[in-house]
């Protein structure tokens, strides 16, 4: 006789994923026994330890401004707690470890809108065996702005489908969280203001704009008043980008600006192993026959991967001259999501647009100049380099683009079944995105999906 089997609820799954990840990086994390990303990790210690003994953001007495808010708050224990300096630094990681692997639940919970439970599950574990998880051995920012950023996107989608006050709300109060965890959030203004644009694109209905003119009013008043704010205090709206004030004083060459955001978006590409990339592609290019949660996922990944790697971009091509993933990896598991969303769809890969979609993401990932950018510099700032730079006397041909060419194209030639993915779990009930899922339909105009 057949025993029942034993059904493991979703909350204690993810849960175990979060544990499991900080185990990890707790053990991991032992093997960094010194900081090694300066100025940022002395700056971020000095500044939790000020906090905690003086209630200021200090560095020796000197009060430093413009520099993140919420990082230095939550490591400041470690220093309250422990006399001793080496202790304290372990501690501080030891908390990395955990908040960072805490970027599992947003990307559970975005992922859950538009695939069933076990991809949603398999997303949020992606999430945090990303290479970039390695930063929670360093006093860095980083590992904040990850789950915090995650939460923004989360909430973005939320307000895509639902446009209500309540919603807006929460969209403004994250936004608020991560430019407090770091001034590049900025960025995320644009993102709110064109998601909505690219979300009518797929769904071929500008009607539907009328229920985002909350939204850009708030984007364009809150900025303004800010403005008004600092002028009243006398100070410039430059400030507002705290440390990196410097970014808006300079000039900058339009074509330099290009060269780096290409090579930022090719080395995502490689970063997410280029499939993911060629599924958000296929995504786009069948927007109108998805349903509508998916769109929306599509709609937020777009905005926030243009506005984002032009952002870094503009900023490599004056300052760091280098590829800087280290400030874009919180794009993986959106990426990651629309692939498996793309997976849950049955794969769907139409003729001459699929081929041509991969080929593309493909040759981005071959094209990117490696032996400029692998470097001493990678170490801290492009982590998705670093396996290939590991790899470096085995490459095929002894070339780097012949053996991203090679690995791709492989994994080019083994494509997913075509065929629709069924899995096995309990019974839902029909409804939303996850019933036009199971019944193969799509939600708004009864199209069948086929692979």
């Known amino acids: 006789m057949r025993s029942p089997g034993i059904r493991i609820p979703v909350w204690l799954l993810l849960a175990g994923i979060v ?6 990086r707790l053990w991991l994390v032992r093997g960094m026994v010194a900081p090694f990303i300066f100025v940022d990790e002395l ?3 000095e500044l939790a330890k000020s906090l905690w003994e003086h209630g200021t953001f200090a560095i020796r007495g000197v009060p430093l401004r413009g520099y993140s808010l919420t990082y230095p708050t939550i490591i400041a224990p470690a220093w309250g707690l422990f006399d001793n300096g080496v202790t304290a630094y372990n501690v501080a990681k030891s908390i990395n470890a955990v908040v960072m692997s805490l970027a599992a639940i947003p990307a559970y919970f975005i992922a859950v809108r538009v695939v069933r439970d076990p991809l949603a599950l398999l997303a949020a574990a992606i999430a945090v065996a990303i290479p970039s998880m390695a930063y929670t051995g360093t006093i860095t920012t980083e590992c904040l702005f990850y789950p915090v950023a995650l939460c923004f996107a989360l909430a973005l989608v939320t307000y895509l489908e639902r446009p209500s006050t309540r919603n807006l709300v929460i969209v403004f109060v994250t936004l608020a969280v991560a430019y407090a965890t770091r001034s590049q959030a900025l960025v995320f203004v644009p993102v709110l203001a064109t998601a909505p644009l690219v979300l009518a694109l797929l769904q071929g209905r500008r009607a539907a704009l009328r229920r985002f003119v909350p939204l850009w009013v708030v984007v364009g008043v809150v900025p303004l008043l800010g403005i008004v704010g600092l002028a009243l205090l006398g100070r410039s709206p430059l400030d507002l980008l705290g440390t990196y ?9 339009v074509m330099q600006i290009l060269r780096f955001w290409l090579w930022h978006v090719e080395e995502l590409t490689l970063y997410v192993a280029v499939v993911p990339v060629a599924a ?3 995504l786009i290019a069948r927007g109108r026959s998805l349903p509508e949660r998916v769109q929306e996922h599509v709609a937020a990944t777009v905005a926030l991967s243009v506005w984002s ?6 900023f490599a091509s004056r300052f760091a001259d280098r590829i800087q993933d280290r400030y874009l990896f919180f794009l993986v598991p959106m990426l990651v999501i629309a692939l498996v969303a793309w997976v ?10 699929a081929p041509a979609i991969a080929i593309g993401a493909l040759v981005l990932a071959v094209v990117f100049p490696y032996s400029r950018f692998i470097n001493e510099s990678a170490k801290s700032d492009t982590l998705g380099l670093l396996p290939l730079w590991a790899f470096a006397e085995h490459l095929i041909a002894g070339s780097y683009w012949a053996t991203v060419a090679v690995v791709g194209g492989v994994r080019r030639a083994v494509p997913p079944h075509p065929g ?3 899995i096995r779990g309990p019974a839902r009930p029909a409804g939303g995105v996850r019933g036009a899922l199971a019944a193969g339909v799509d ?9």
């Open 245 to 253: 004030r410097s970014v808006g004083e300079e000039h900058y060459d």
């Open 280 to 282: 958000l592609g296929i």
């Open 443 to 451: 939600e708004r105009q009864g199209l069948r999906l086929r692979g």
């Open 420 to 422: 629709t993915v069924r």
């Open 344 to 353: 849950e769809l049955g794969a769907p890969r139409p003729r001459f647009v």
């Open 19 to 24: 544990a499991v990840s900080a185990v990890v």
């Open 43 to 45: 700056y971020y210690s």
């Open 309 to 314: 790697t032009l952002e870094v971009a503009m």
